[in-house]
């Protein structure tokens, strides 16, 4: 699954330096993640570094809306590491 930022975000600008696929970026009102780049730090980390560096609990979240594999996850990492290359 890609992550979620809910209303919750505070705007402290801690998660959007973290992600390794520029995934997360300044919304109309929060920071948003683009469920097209976002891995959950597969391929990269062992955990999703934008919740690890979140200062309230519950704010990113798997989206429901985005249900991926592992697998599926690994390889959109290794898309998007080519397309940086």
Not at 19 to 36: H, K, L, R
Request: aromatic share 4%; hydrophobic share 30%.
């Amino acid at each position: 699954m890609a992550l979620l930022i809910t209303t919750k975000c505070i705007n402290c600008d801690m998660c959007e330096p973290e992600c390794p696929n520029d995934a997360i970026s300044m919304g109309f009102e929060t920071y948003q993640i683009d469920p097209a780049r976002c891995t959950e730090c597969v391929g990269y980390y062992d955990h999703s570094t934008c919740q690890s560096v979140c200062p309230i609990s519950g704010v990113i979240i798997l989206d429901p809306d985005h249900i991926e594999t592992p697998e599926q996850l690994q390889e959109k990492a290794e898309k998007l590491k080519a397309e940086k290359a």
